[in-house]
């Protein structure tokens, strides 16, 4: 079973607008989310995280909104830039087990000059 | 400061052949966990060892086994490969409970 699903699958954006992409989770105990950045040939990169007990965190143009109620959590990219496009992958883990991730299956984002 | 490494970067096997793959930790980090990303999915946890001692397994078959050793690198090692084995495989290290670091990965095809 899926327990972290991520839309959309790719997004298309021009340079200077705002990238959103959603996740929603089904395992209550999850209480780590962190987002990815993945190049091409290259691992995921930690890019932001946020914990259940705050609803924002921004991090310079990034920026993730979570709703636990929900259980769904977002990542924002403001003032999106070339430079940003990549597969973007969220994730999740519970118990202190950080190492131990669940990872949607990614999103596409291409940014346009 | 050097990140994760993993050697090899590409590997091509034929289907029933064993395969090694390794991997050198941040300096410093103790944990090192590995894991499967089949193209155009998330990454997907197959093992994580700590202080040598497996600390998690994922939902992976028993063909997949791993170790850690003293200097705190590890190998992963996979037998009988089938075509499905087909992925890039990740390694991350961290430091205690932290978030994971990722290496670039071992591309491995299975012909």
């Known amino acids: 079973q899926q327990q972290v699903k991520q839309s959309p699958q790719s997004l298309i954006v021009q340079k200077g607008g705002i990238s959103i992409i959603n996740c929603a989770y089904e395992?209550?105990?999850?209480?780590?989310f962190p987002w990815y950045q993945q190049f091409p040939g290259k691992g995921p990169a930690l890019l932001i995280a946020?914990?259940?007990?705050?609803s924002e965190k921004k991090e310079g143009r990034f920026t993730i909104s979570f709703n636990k109620s929900a259980k769904q959590f977002s990542l924002h990219i403001m003032d999106s830039q070339p430079g940003d496009s990549a597969t973007y992958f969220c994730?999740?883990?519970?118990?202190?087990?950080?190492?131990?991730?669940?990872f949607g299956k990614g999103t596409l984002l291409t940014v346009n000059p | 400061d050097a990140g994760v490494t993993q050697s090899p970067t590409h590997l091509i096997k034929t289907r029933g052949q064993h395969v090694t793959l390794r991997c050198s930790p941040i300096s410093g980090h103790k944990s090192v966990s590995w894991y499967q990303q089949v193209l155009g999915q998330g990454p997907q946890f197959i093992f994580q060892?700590?202080?040598?001692?497996?600390?998690g397994r994922g939902n992976f078959p028993d063909r997949f086994s791993a170790r850690q050793f003293p200097n705190y690198s590890s190998e992963l090692n996979v037998n009988a490969l089938l075509l499905g084995d087909s992925a890039l495989y990740l390694c991350?290290?961290?430091?205690?409970?932290?978030?994971?670091?990722f290496g670039p990965g071992t591309r491995l095809t299975v012909l």
């Open positions: 991350a290290s961290s430091f205690s409970e932290r978030p994971p670091y």
């Open positions: 994730a999740a883990s519970k118990g202190g087990s950080n190492y131990k991730l669940t």
């Open positions: 060892y700590y202080e040598k001692e497996e600390r």
């Open positions: 395992n209550t105990a999850f209480d780590y």
């Open positions: 946020i914990r259940p007990d705050v």
